[in-house]
Nanobody, 128 residues
Framework: QVQVVESGGGLVQAGGSLRLSCAAS????????MAWFRQAPGKDREFVAA????????NYGDSVKGRFTISKDNGVPTVDLEMSSLKPEDTAVYYC?????????????????????WGQGTQVTVSS
């Protein structure tokens, strides 16, 4: 059984920064993808960023490019999401997800249905 645990989140003013962290444990994969999605009230779950093992190139959703940075610890399945220049529209519950490496090969990292394991989510609220 894979456990996915997020930390970070909270309340921040517009223009500020926040860091989220996610750690996965319980199983090992030869290759896998860890990603962040977010969901605001009344909206669909939205792809934020993803990064793969092995590999170094991250992928970002259009709405966060240039403002968010995803990074990983090569030794353990852990990812951070550094969020800067935050806007009120970034307010959402942020979820960490883990999926098999084939997500990258099939180029479907933006599709939440492709991921197998999810965290409980952490609230990010950006005030104007």
């Amino acid at each position: 059984q894979v456990q996915v645990v997020e930390s970070g989140g909270g309340l921040v003013q517009a223009g500020g920064s926040l860091r989220l962290s996610c750690a996965a444990s319980g199983r090992s994969f030869e290759s896998y993808v860890m990603a962040w999605f977010r969901q605001a009230p009344g909206k669909d779950r939205e792809f934020v960023a993803a990064i793969a093992w092995p590999g170094t190139r991250p992928n970002y959703g259009d709405s966060v490019k240039g403002r968010f940075t995803i990074s990983k610890d090569n030794g353990v399945p852990t990812v951070d999401l550094e969020m800067s220049s935050l806007k009120p529209e970034d307010t959402a519950v942020y979820y960490c997800a883990v999926g098999k490496g084939q997500i990258l090969l099939r180029r479907v990292w933006t599709l939440w249905s492709q991921y197998d394991y999810w965290g409980q989510g952490t609230q990010v609220t950006v005030s104007s």
